[in-house]
């Protein structure tokens, strides 16, 4: 245990967070010796009272007799038993009391909400900090005296002021006191119960309607809960004063008939007539009698998951533009993201791994970075990590001195692709290279980087691959817990469970051991009040690879607003395992994306930036933990540059505003204009993911980085709305909502039905059949929508696996906009044929198939120009095979473009040859 608790300290002190540790570890050492101390204490004294008021002679009984032989086994070692029972009940009650170091500094440190709920006109930082206080101090006083009143009962038994089989009276008058005061103590809590659950009702869960999280008060609550409440306080406080009264009365009597009366009134007045008055008052006329409540309910929710201020306008999902102005407005309205983060990390992978032990995330990030020009492009980003699992040899040394951290970051624009369908690397190669400014390449901290590492001491570490072999270095920054002397290192054997720490001659001056290594460990140890988001993402950032990670204060106790499971609302099609939340509370009914943080991929270091300051709970910790997250202003202009609107928090209020977005309480008590998120058409039993997208709002003059996603009515696969989020933090809208409606009077393809008709057009499910001939594989990218001109703009890139290839190649796009749809070999191709025109304002024309090799016209016909066609495709395709074994990507890429002219030419062959073997009518046919 003190090894656990030494190696603690010394991480904190390596991050320089050792207040959180030492704030967080007198808390818990406070509440465990105060309230053990209490409970033993009060146990303790209610045994030793007992016994002092035993009868002086034991009653000549066989059941005392019995008793005797406990009696007299007991008495030499009394104290000893009494100090060992109220030892270890202090302990066990101690060790409990601990845990809620959070809810008491939340009580000490409160901050005002200024905001009142309608029912009590409480502020709402009583529901949130103090009342789950007095509900713990409450509990902890009820094991108090249910504990103590077990033990006096027992110590009465054994030394005869309780007789169970015993002639005549079967309890003394001391023994009748004492309980009875336990008993109206025990009561008297009961009393306080009743009046704190008065408040508890504007934090009671239920399911009412369409809201499966529903918080607060109905209007049975309030009429005949909240009445029925406030009678049973005072039936409590008087039964409370009858057992008192057994003090200077005998007998108990009067306090069994007020205990009888309280349990009779919990069952009529808490039990049936709130029944009676839900069956014959509410049901009846529900929506009435709810109204005021649901609009309560309505407006606390958006309040608590700041979706309030959300901007709702219709918008008509047709447009009668000219195709001149549609095609024009597409490159001023979206930079559309060809590359799906989803999709292309195997291409990643296999092109930029240069290393079996590399990898890259399933789902790479988005970002934006600058082009030449001085604008910016959205970005698909990965990091080059260690995946230890993948090593030439696995052994001690290897895992962990020798093979310690990645190197690089490999980066791709989004909107455009090479020829050959790869993606078009901006940052690439070992050492990196590319448009990125000059940074640090090393990362030894990530999310895949799990395991301990021991550097800076005398074992060299692999940095890299280079042209003449593996390049070694030994790590320079101080991230690590130093392991110069041998107490440490005896910490960290026992802590590890690695004898070898404590002997290995690997091990020397100036060797550290880092651990804790992914973001999300790091921020949430520094700050384990935080809700941590499921995806860091990379950023350059000032010459280094920062980690940025948002981070969320969360609450249970906002009256009203309904709760939501964070852990099942985040999920979508893209979710991994690495990508779920670190909740402090699984259930919560308030939110913010109250810290920006990063973690540095060198050092390690930890900088929490305060994001929302305005949010109360925020400031309570703040108080709690002085110093530890920084102002909003100390955020440097190019972190400034990389901070996004996060994922898991528009998840959150995306699901919200799917019962949420009405305005009044009779839409939300039919249901009728409920939402859901609609699934994912390339996923199945996943919703889609919100995508980030640089694109142009309706009501917008200049594109924005935003995070999207579409709504489809209840049950239905038409579109209801759409809906995007200003996620530029550098924008003074950043966290602005814009939701487009649209009629419920028209069809407006959602993005399933646009799938199914993709999917369905004969020419276009031939063209996909062709491309999935020798074996190869069809993988659809990420479905995106974009409001254009009144309209809805459908664009879905499509990837191409060939046979024995390990990565997808772009190399279709599919688009549709109204009732027209198209697949084209480019984006620019397909909107020219979906509009029918080009950005000259020119008819984009028929596609005419490409000549074969040599430039050549293709015979017109004839078996044997088929068979040409077959065996050119053949030798390409075994020419890509050996270029791919070889590792050369150029003759790859060449052999794949004369693949795919070698497939179109024998498509169009195939297509003449039908032609001419089908007869023309005769004049005067049917």
């Not at 000893?80 to 500094?105: E, F, H, K, N, P």
């Not at 709920?117 to 101090?137: C, E, G, I, K, N």
């Not at 918008?315 to 989803?342: C, F, H, M």
């Not at 305005?663 to 039993?685: C, I, K, L």
């Amino acid at each position: 245990m003190f090894a656990g608790f030494w190696t603690d300290w010394l991480w904190y002190r390596s991050v320089g967070y050792t207040s959180v540790y030492r704030t967080e570890l007198l808390t818990r050492i406070t509440m465990f010796a105060v309230f053990g101390v209490l409970m033993a204490l009060a146990v303790g004294f209610n045994v030793w009272l007992a016994h002092r008021l035993r009868p002086p002679l034991s009653a000549m009984s066989m059941e005392q007799q019995n008793l005797d032989r406990y009696r007299m086994t007991i008495a030499p070692y009394k104290k000893w038993v009494l100090l060992a029972v109220s030892l270890v009940i202090g302990l066990i009650a101690g060790g409990s009391a601990s845990g809620q170091w959070r809810t008491w500094l939340q009580w000490v440190n409160g901050t005002t909400f200024g905001t009142t709920d309608p029912q009590f006109h409480m502020d709402v930082s009583f529901y949130a900090f103090d009342y789950p206080f007095y509900r713990f101090l409450l509990g902890f006083g009820f094991a108090i005296i249910v504990l103590s009143t077990l033990a006096a009962a027992l110590t009465h038994y054994l030394y005869g002021g309780i007789r169970l089989t015993t002639p005549g009276s079967r309890i003394t008058q001391a023994a009748t006191g004492h309980l009875s005061v336990l008993l109206g103590l025990f009561v008297a809590l009961k009393a306080v119960a009743y009046w704190l659950d008065r408040y508890g009702l504007a934090l009671k869960s239920g399911d009412f309607r369409n809201a499966e999280g529903w918080t607060g008060l109905r209007y049975v609550d309030a009429n005949a809960y909240l009445p029925a409440k406030t009678i049973l306080t005072i039936i409590a406080a008087i039964c409370a004063l009858l057992f008192f009264a057994t003090l200077w009365r005998r007998g108990w009597q009067l306090p069994v008939i007020g205990l009888g009366l309280m349990v009779l009134s919990a069952i009529l007045i808490g039990g049936v007539y709130p029944a009676l008055v839900q069956q014959f008052q509410v049901r009846p006329n529900e929506q009435a009698k709810e109204t005021e409540y649901i609009q309560r309910h309505m407006e606390s929710t958006k309040d608590a998951y700041d979706i309030a201020d959300a901007q709702i306008e219709d918008y008509g999902g047709t447009s009668d533009a000219s195709p001149e102005t549609l095609r024009n407005a597409v490159g001023d309205t979206a930079s559309i993201r060809l590359l799906d983060p989803s999709v292309v990390s195997p291409a990643f992978q296999q092109i930029q791994q240069v290393r079996g032990y590399y990898q890259f995330p399933a789902t790479l990030d988005v970002d934006r970075y600058p082009t030449e020009d001085g604008g910016e492009q959205d970005t698909v980003v990965g990091l080059r990590e260690m995946n230890i699992n993948e090593l030439p040899e696995r052994n001690w040394i290897n895992e962990h001195f020798r093979y310690t951290h990645g190197f690089g970051v490999v980066a791709a624009s989004g909107t455009s692709i090479q020829e050959n369908g790869q993606p078009e690397f901006t940052e690439e190669n070992l050492p990196p290279e590319g448009d990125l400014p000059d940074y640090e390449p090393r990362i030894y901290f990530g999310e895949y980087t799990t395991q301990y590492s021991i550097v800076g001491g005398p074992q060299q570490e692999i940095d890299y691959a280079g042209e003449n072999g593996e390049v070694e270095y030994s790590y320079t920054g101080d991230a690590g817990v130093k392991l110069d002397n041998w107490f440490n290192r005896a910490a960290y054997a026992l802590t590890m469970g690695e004898p070898q720490i404590l002997y290995s001659g690997a091990i020397g001056n100036g060797s550290q051991i880092l651990y804790n290594r992914t973001p999300k460990e790091r921020v949430e140890a520094v700050a384990p009040w935080l809700t941590i988001d499921g995806d860091p993402y990379p950023a350059v950032v000032d010459g280094r690879i920062q980690w940025i990670v948002d981070a969320y204060t969360t609450s249970s106790g906002y009256p009203y607003s309904a709760r939501t499971t964070l852990g099942d609302v985040t999920e979508t099609s893209l979710t991994e395992n690495q990508g779920e939340v670190i909740a402090q509370e699984s259930r919560v009914n308030y939110i913010r994306n109250s810290v920006k943080a990063t973690v540095d991929a060198y050092s390690g270091e930890v900088d929490l930036f305060a994001w929302d300051e305005s949010d109360p709970v925020l400031e309570t910790w703040r108080k709690a933990f002085p110093g530890v997250v920084e102002d909003r202003d100390q955020i440097s202009d190019q972190l400034m540059d990389h901070l996004r609107y996060p994922q898991d928090l528009f998840k959150v209020q995306r699901d919200l505003l799917q019962r949420y977005h009405v305005t009044n309480a009779g839409q939300f008590y039919s249901g009728s204009e409920r939402w859901e998120v609609p699934n994912d058409p390339t996923h199945d039993g996943e919703v889609v993911p919100p995508y980030y997208l640089s694109m142009r709002m309706p009501d917008q003059e200049d594109q924005v980085f935003s995070l999207t996603t579409t709504f489809t009515p209840l049950n239905r696969d038409t579109l209801a709305a759409y809906m995007a989020v200003e996620a530029d933090a550098r924008s003074e809208d950043y966290g602005t909502m814009r939701i487009l409606t649209l009629p419920s009077t028209t069809t407006v393809w959602g993005p399933s039905q646009v799938q199914s008709r993709f999917n369905s057009d004969p020419d276009i499910a031939e063209r996909i059949n062709l491309l999935r001939r020798g074996d190869s594989e069809v993988e659809y990218g990420n479905l995106l929508t974009v409001p254009l001109e009144g309209g809805l703009l459908y664009v879905e890139p499509v990837y191409v696996r060939g046979a024995g290839q390990n990565y997808p190649l772009l190399q279709r796009v599919l688009v549709a906009y109204g009732e027209e749809i198209v697949f084209e070999e480019s984006l620019d191709r397909a909107l020219d044929v979906v509009f029918g025109v080009t950005e000259s304002g020119e008819d984009p024309g028929e596609e005419e198939p490409p000549p074969p090799d040599g430039g050549e016209e293709p015979p017109p016909d004839g078996d044997a120009t088929v068979q040409e066609a077959i065996d050119e495709a053949q030798d390409a395709w075994q020419d890509g095979q050996d270029a791919l074994a070889e590792g050369d990507w150029q003759a790859y890429g060449e052999a794949q473009n004369r693949l795919e002219e070698a497939l179109d030419r024998l498509a169009d062959l195939e297509g003449r040859n039908e032609q001419e073997e089908t007869p023309p009518e005769e004049d005067g046919a049917a």
